[in-house]
C-alpha cells in the first residue's frame, strides 16, 4: 500500500494566524487525496476531496476560503487553515487512493492546538 | 453508500482470537467492505476488505455472510497492542469514493 506521511504532526499557535499542513503521497502517485477531520472522541468527518492540477472539491459545511488546498503535484497535497481560531482546533488526517477497490491509506495525522 | 452498524466496545483477552461484528443490511451488490482501525492519536490503519469471498491477510480474516448482509473481522490472537477503535466501511470502488465513517467499536484488549 502506500506510504503517506503528514506534517507538521503537532502544531500549537496563536489564535488568527494561519496554519500549513502537507500530506505527501512517498511511494505513489496519487491524483486524488482525501482531507478529514476529526474532534475528540468522534468519527471522521470528510472535508474535502484534493484532486492534482483542479480545484478542490468540498463537503458541504466547509469553508472553502478558510481550508485552502493545493494539489499541485501527483505527491503533494496542502491544507492551509486561514486565519485559525481555538474551535479550529482538531486532528486533521490526509488520505492517498490508490485506484480500483484499492483501500485508502492514511497519514499519522496533524493536531492543531489554537490558543 | 450503505450505513453500517457496530457495537461500541469490545473486550478480548490478550493471546484470543477478537471477533468484531458488522451489520450492512442496506449494501449493495458492488460495495465492498472495508476494515480500518485507529489506534489512539493515529491516523487509520488498513486492515482487510472483502466483495464476497471470505479474506484473509497477515493481520486478520474476514468473514461476509452468503447474502453479504454482515461481516466479521477476526483478530486471530490478539495482542495489547491490538487495542484500537476499529472500523467497518461499505463504499464503491473508484478514485473519488468517499468513506463515510461512524463510530466503530473500541476494542479493549485485556492482559
Known amino acids: 500500500g502506500a506510504v503517506v506521511s503528514q506534517h507538521p504532526s503537532w502544531v500549537i499557535c496563536k489564535s488568527g494566524t494561519s496554519v500549513k499542513i502537507e500530506c505527501r503521497s512517498l511511494?505513489?502517485?496519487?491524483?486524488?487525496m482525501f482531507w478529514y477531520r476529526q474532534f475528540p472522541k468522534q468519527s471522521l468527518m470528510l472535508m474535502a476531496t484534493s484532486n492534482e492540477g483542479s480545484k478542490a472539491t468540498y463537503e458541504q459545511g466547509v469553508e472553502k476560503d478558510k481550508f485552502l488546498i493545493n494539489h499541485a503535484s501527483l505527491t503533494l497535497s496542502t491544507l492551509t487553515v486561514t486565519s485559525a481560531h481555538p474551535e479550529d482546533s482538531s486532528f486533521y488526517i490526509c488520505s492517498v487512493v490508490t485506484g480500483g477497490n484499492q483501500p485508502q491509506h492514511f497519514g499519522d495525522g496533524t493536531r492543531l492546538s489554537i490558543l | 453508500d450503505a450505513k453500517t452498524t457496530q457495537p461500541t466496545s469490545m473486550d478480548c483477552a490478550e493471546g484470543r482470537a477478537a471477533n468484531l461484528p458488522c451489520n450492512h443490511s442496506t449494501i449493495s451488490g458492488n460495495e465492498y467492505v472495508y476494515w480500518y482501525r485507529q489506534i489512539h492519536s493515529q491516523g487509520p490503519q488498513y486492515i482487510i476488505h472483502?466483495?464476497?469471498?471470505?479474506e484473509t491477510n497477515e493481520m486478520a480474516s474476514l468473514i461476509i455472510t452468503e447474502d453479504r448482509k454482515s461481516s466479521t473481522l477476526i483478530l486471530p490472537h490478539a495482542t495489547l497492542r491490538d487495542t484500537a477503535v476499529y472500523y467497518c466501511i461499505v463504499s464503491y470502488a473508484g478514485n473519488n469514493r468517499k468513506l463515510i465513517w461512524g463510530l466503530g467499536t473500541s476494542l479493549a484488549v485485556n492482559p
Open positions: 472483502g466483495l464476497k469471498n471470505n
Open positions: 511511494d505513489f502517485q496519487a491524483t486524488t
